[in-house]
């Protein structure tokens, strides 16, 4: 069992940064694979990032490759999300998740909105 708490969320201007943070408890973390994905009112959940266990591969959505980087530290059971250059078509509620098989994500941590300003 994993718990996900995200964190890092708030107010900001279009072309500002924010660095989201997925805390998660349970010994067992370093063993998956993690993603951030958002949800913005009235659209469906979008995948943003993924990464592997080891932090030694990554992938990303075209809508933010270039924008995101995503980033894990297994020594604090932490996943990172740092998003720049921030639109506002970014809004949205931004969650992490364990990937639990191929293609699958769960343990689903409560969100944490973002807002970008024009």
């Known amino acids: 069992q994993v718990h996900l708490v995200e964190s890092g969320g708030g107010l900001v201007q279009a072309g500002g940064s924010l660095r989201l943070s997925c805390a998660a408890s349970g010994r067992t973390f370093s063993s998956y694979a993690m993603g951030w994905f958002r949800q913005a009112p009235g659209k469906e959940r979008e995948f943003l990032a993924a990464?592997?266990?080891?932090?030694?591969?990554?992938d990303y959505a075209d809508s933010v490759k270039g924008r995101f980087t995503i980033s894990r530290d297994n020594a604090k059971n932490t996943v990172y999300l740092q998003m720049n250059s921030l639109k506002p078509e970014d809004t949205a509620v931004y969650y992490c998740?364990?990937?639990?098989?191929?293609?699958?994500?769960?343990?689903w941590g409560q969100g944490t909105q973002v807002t970008v300003s024009s």
């Open positions: 998740a364990v990937r639990v098989a191929p293609n699958e994500y769960g343990y």
């Open positions: 990464i592997s266990w080891s932090g030694g591969s990554t």
